[in-house]
């Protein structure tokens, strides 16, 4: 016999188990920690956009009052056909008497960003769209877009 005491130690399978359990729980902690950080906003801010006939045969487009919070030095403008096709736009942040005269296609002849006078791009601010002459800008959207925020009108 001999003179000191007995150990057990847990059985292998008891181990394993214990060991797969933990480590379940530690991954379910840590994904609901890391979750709550990557959360996207899913209820982006709106933009509004309304667009009327000009005298000459173009479009002007204002920039209504949007949810607080967009900031306008990220929003870019983009004209859009039926099939998606770009056919005019101006990249963030937008300058004012841009004339997309080089950049537009069909039935865009040119368009222009015009100020309110407040000097910076944002609410109250125009988007001029003139056609091709013969050419109609029926079916286009125009879209205003950025991080958080957008918009769209068709005309």
């Given amino acids: ?10 059985s292998p399978v008891i181990a394993t188990i214990l060991m797969v359990a933990i480590t379940v ?3 379910a902690v840590l994904y609901v920690l890391v979750s ?3 959360i ?29 919070g967009v900031d306008f030095q990220l929003v870019a403008i983009q004209v859009v056909s ?26 865009v002849q040119y368009g222009r960003v015009v100020d309110n006078a407040d000097g910076k791009f944002g609410i109250s601010d125009d988007i001029y769209l003139f056609p091709v002459p013969g ?12 991080p958080g925020a957008n918009g769209a009108y068709t005309i």
């Fill in 1 to 10: 016999m001999t003179g000191g005491r007995k150990s057990e130690a847990v």
């Fill in 25 to 27: 729980v530690l991954a």
């Fill in 36 to 38: 709550g950080f990557l």
């Fill in 40 to 68: 996207v906003n899913k209820d982006p801010k709106i933009i509004g956009l309304a667009c009327v006939p000009t005298s000459a045969d173009g479009v002007r487009c204002e920039i209504l009052s949007p949810d607080t």
């Fill in 82 to 107: 039926g099939n998606g096709t770009v056919v005019v736009g101006w990249p963030a942040p937008v300058a004012f008497g841009a004339n997309a005269t080089g950049s537009a296609q069909p039935p």
């Fill in 135 to 146: 050419m109609s800008l029926s079916g286009l959207t125009v879209k205003v877009s950025g």
